[in-house]
């Protein structure tokens, strides 16, 4: 299978019947698909992958500045080497924001998924990146915030049947991604599942990028304009397991030119907790569960789902502010299981 076998699907499409059920194949048999007719044109796409080029490129010190670890709430720059994947270090260097917040008191405290709530980091070397970042959120958020819409009518659903885990507004998280070329094939970043709802990616020229189907890696090849789009775990669990989260990596390019990406990660409120949809017979006979791998258990609360993922790609910065006495008996509560040497001993059981 190559790129043009993913199914492409057009937003614009979605207003038909016909668009629904290619939404409704490409969701639930394949995991992944295109999305074109979205809105973000291919030279708004140019121009935010050039910022995140330009970001890259500031001096050791600018970036920094904005350093991941300075961050409780997991926003900042991680240089290559700072991030795991599938217990393997990733090469790739990243810029994380998410919803611009302010954090909670520590007395407010009261689950180790409160602490992600926060300001974002930016770096004062680059003051456009901070407007442009914002802009580009909401353009995603809204995106994804239909297409959630659009996927649960496919599935026979009241369109607004996960608003309610959403609020106001999802939370999100987002990535400047850039993959250094490296002289033989290396893990850019290492076989995972996404967390939230959907991602949406933005990818240059260069590939890279693949995805599992039975025992192959397909390549999701770019197509020019075209933002790629997986399901993430809160999809699998609400569905029954009927939508899949599917097994994705990156391979970091051997021909000299760098990668660029940007993802998107869209989720529901972390305190909400994600239903199982009533969905009709024929979809729910389809529908035998969500996948239960116990080095990675999908869970129903977002905010904890939300957290499994960033304290394992992070753990210098699980390390550095997730391991206090407050909230140790907690993070041992829900995350034995995977707390490993480099995030604390003391956590482990
Ligand atoms: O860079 C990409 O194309 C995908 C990145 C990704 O899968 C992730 O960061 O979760
Ligand atoms: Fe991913």
């Known amino acids: 299978m190559n790129a043009a076998t993913l199914p492409i699907i057009s937003m614009t499409s979605l207003n038909t019947n016909e668009g629904l059920a290619q939404l409704r194949y490409a969701a639930s048999e394949v ?23 330009h970001f890259f490129q500031l001096s050791a010190e600018d970036k920094q500045e904005v350093d991941m670890s300075h961050s409780p709430h997991f926003r900042g720059y991680n240089a290559v080497g700072n991030e795991m994947t599938a217990g393997l270090l990733d090469a790739r260097e990243q810029f994380d924001w998410m919803n611009e917040e302010l954090s909670l008191a520590p007395e407010q405290l009261q689950q180790p998924w409160q ?27 809204d995106i994804t915030v239909t297409l959630l819409q659009k996927l649960c009518q496919s599935l026979g659903v009241e369109r607004n049947a996960l608003d309610a885990t959403i609020g106001e507004q999802p939370y999100t998280h987002a990535k400047l991604i850039r993959y ?10 290492g076989a995972h599942k996404d967390p ?6 933005m990818q240059d020229q260069q ?20 933002l790629v789009v997986n399901i993430g775990e809160l ?26 990406s940007i993802a998107f990660f869209m989720a529901a409120q972390l305190s ?25 258990p999908l869970l129903n609360d977002v905010g904890n789902n939300v957290l499994k993922g960033r304290l394992r790609s992070h753990p210098h910065v699980t390390k550095k502010h997730y391991c206090d006495n407050s909230l140790r008996s907690l993070l041992a509560k829900n995350f034995a299981h995977m707390l490993t040497a480099d995030m604390c001993d003391e956590c482990r059981v």
């Open 31 to 53: 995991g992944f698909f295109y999305l074109v007719d979205h809105g973000i044109e291919s030279d708004a796409q140019r121009h935010y992958l050039a910022l995140s080029k």
């Open 115 to 141: 602490k992600l709530i926060g300001p974002n980091l930016w770096p004062t070397a680059m003051p456009s990146l901070k407007p442009a970042l914002l802009t580009l959120q909401r353009e995603l958020s």
């Open 180 to 189: 250094p070329a490296q002289d033989a094939v290396q893990q850019g970043v």
């Open 196 to 201: 939230g709802y959907l991602t949406l990616v």
């Open 207 to 226: 590939s890279g990028l693949k995805v599992e189907r039975g025992s192959e890696w397909v390549d999701v090849e770019p197509i020019p304009g075209a």
């Open 235 to 260: 999809l699998e669990l609400a569905s029954n397991g009927l939508l899949k989260a599917t097994n994705h990596k990156v391979e970091s390019p051997t021909n000299g030119i760098e990668r660029y």
């Open 272 to 296: 909400a907790t994600v239903p199982v949809l009533a969905l009709p017979p024929e979809l729910k006979a389809r529908a035998t569960g969500p996948s239960t791998d116990p080095n990675n």
